[in-house]
């Protein structure tokens, strides 16, 4: 079992450069492979990127490519999420997830475990 809580969400100007943190507790986190997912209302849950154990990343979506970047650090049991040149099109719940499956990791139905998510907002 792991337990994922995001922090670090909030309001933030076009152009803000935050950081989300998932801190992790439970089973053996440095063998997961965790996940950065949003949603806006309406609209499904959509692929961030996602970073493995060995702190490889899988791959970043084309809309946040260049501007997001996923690290973690396996000693605090925490991933994170650096947020840069944020845009208002990037307003969401964002949510990260742990998975111990090979691959689909833009898929959520290839996660075990989520956090309950944390809410960023962008407007001037």
């Known amino acids: 079992q792991v337990q994922l809580v995001e922090s670090g969400g909030g309001l933030g100007q076009p152009g803000a450069s935050p950081r989300l943190s998932c801190a992790t507790s439970?089973?053996?986190?440095?063998?997961?492979?965790v996940g950065w997912f949003r949603q806006t209302p309406g609209k499904e849950r959509e692929s961030v990127g996602a970073?493995?154990?060995?702190?490889?990343?899988?791959y970043y979506a084309n809309s946040v490519s260049g501007r997001f970047t996923i690290s973690r650090d396996n000693a605090k049991n925490t991933v994170y999420l650096q947020m840069n040149s944020l845009k208002s099109e990037d307003t969401a719940v964002y949510y990260c997830?742990?998975?111990?499956?090979?691959?689909?990791?833009?898929?959520?139905?290839?996660?075990?475990?989520w956090g309950q998510g944390t809410q960023v907002t962008v407007s001037s």
């Open positions: 970073i493995r154990w060995s702190g490889v990343i899988t």
């Open positions: 997830a742990a998975s111990v499956r090979a691959g689909n990791y833009d898929r959520t139905w290839a996660y075990d475990y």
């Open positions: 439970g089973s053996t986190f440095s063998s997961y492979t």
